[in-house]
């Protein structure tokens, strides 16, 4: 990702392979819809910053987990994170023509194939959770769990639909980390819980201590996009900056300033990363990507 971030670089280079090699096997090339099929490529293989999966990665790997271990859970939670981008940028919602610097999904194809594509997308990630890989039949089912409870009607889908009912009003700061927590955090958390479970261990200090992880970087993750939505432009973030404006959006730096937003994602940054400090050099990656969030560019 990043030359100042070497322990996370070496985990990308290992990871990034493996999951996109994962991604081109189970979204299917050919299928009874082959423009579908087409879809469903175009918005799950089509880059991005692929940090959901390094999650997943991360915590199998300081689980004591190897890579394979992690492929199915890892390649799950990119779906349900490229149907929940597919879906965000419909006209119906926040009505975006650029993702990853290219069009959106219903601009390269229509609305009607891209909310399909999104449909299958989700129930792909979960077919693969229940399918594919050698774990134990508690082990899928836990990995199942903690994905539906943070993609449903308690998790993403619940926080994208706050986002929706606020645009125009002003929100207040705990709102919106409500909100946020919802929408973006409770999948980031739910990547560290699948690769835990994806190893196969039986150490509760370990889950918890990633739960606590998760839910700090969930949130500094969020903040860093608001900053980065009106201190960067749309050619940078391959997406329309100034968007959360647009909508009439509470955001962090609206509500408190600039200054005070990057303290509060830095302060959350050395929260994640003191949580892990007692696992030594295996944190590592995760550590540099709780700073990797709240520093990058896009």
């Known amino acids: 990702?990043?030359?100042?971030?070497?322990?996370?670089?070496?985990?990308?280079?290992?990871?990034?392979?493996?999951?996109?090699?994962?991604?081109?096997?189970?979204?299917?090339?050919?299928?009874?819809?082959?423009?579908?099929?087409?879809?469903?490529?175009?918005?799950?293989?089509?880059?991005?910053?692929?940090?959901?999966?390094?999650?997943?990665?991360?915590?199998?790997?300081?689980?004591?987990?190897?890579?394979?271990?992690?492929?199915?859970?890892?390649?799950?939670?990119?779906?349900?994170?490229?149907?929940?981008?597919?879906?965000?940028?419909?006209?119906?919602?926040?009505?975006?023509?650029?993702?990853?610097?290219?069009?959106?999904?219903?601009?390269?194809?229509?609305?009607?194939?891209?909310?399909?594509?999104?449909?299958?997308?989700?129930?792909?990630?979960?077919?693969?959770?229940?399918?594919?890989?050698?774990?134990?039949?508690?082990?899928?089912?836990?990995?199942?769990?903690?994905?539906?409870?943070?993609?449903?009607?308690?998790?993403?889908?619940?926080?994208?639909?706050?986002?929706?009912?606020?645009?125009?009003?002003?929100?207040?700061?705990?709102?919106?980390?409500e909100m946020h927590y919802l929408k973006t955090g409770r999948l980031i958390t739910a990547s560290l819980q699948l690769g835990y479970f994806a190893a196969e261990v039986d150490a509760t200090a370990l889950i918890n201590d990633l739960n606590r992880f998760g839910d700090a970087i969930g949130l500094a993750f969020q903040i860093q996009d608001d900053i980065l939505d009106i201190t960067a432009g749309t050619e940078q973030l391959g997406k329309p900056s100034g968007s959360d404006q647009k909508l009439q959006k509470s955001t962090f730096p609206s509500l408190l300033g600039l200054e005070q937003s990057q303290q509060r994602a830095r302060e959350l940054c050395q929260q994640a990363q003191q949580t892990l400090a007692d696992y030594g050099e295996r944190a590592q990656p995760l550590q540099q990507l709780a700073q990797y969030i709240i520093s990058r560019d896009h």
């Open 1 to 177: 990702m990043a030359s100042n971030f070497p322990a996370l670089d070496q985990l990308g280079e290992t990871s990034r392979a493996r999951l996109e090699q994962a991604l081109a096997t189970f979204v299917p090339a050919a299928s009874a819809a082959p423009r579908l099929s087409q879809a469903m490529r175009y918005a799950a293989l089509s880059g991005g910053k692929r940090i959901r999966p390094l999650l997943v990665y991360g915590a199998a790997q300081l689980a004591g987990a190897e890579p394979a271990k992690a492929d199915v859970p890892a390649a799950a939670v990119e779906l349900i994170h490229a149907y929940s981008l597919v879906h965000d940028d419909l006209p119906a919602m926040d009505d975006d023509d650029l993702r990853r610097g290219q069009p959106t999904c219903h601009k390269a194809f229509d609305e009607a194939t891209a909310i399909l594509a999104g449909d299958t997308l989700h129930t792909r990630a979960f077919e693969l959770l229940a399918n594919s890989g050698h774990y134990r039949a508690e082990t899928r089912i836990a990995m199942i769990q903690h994905l539906c409870l943070a993609a449903g009607v308690d998790g993403m889908a619940a926080g994208q639909m706050q986002d929706m009912l606020a645009q125009g009003q002003q929100q207040t700061v705990a709102a919106l980390e």
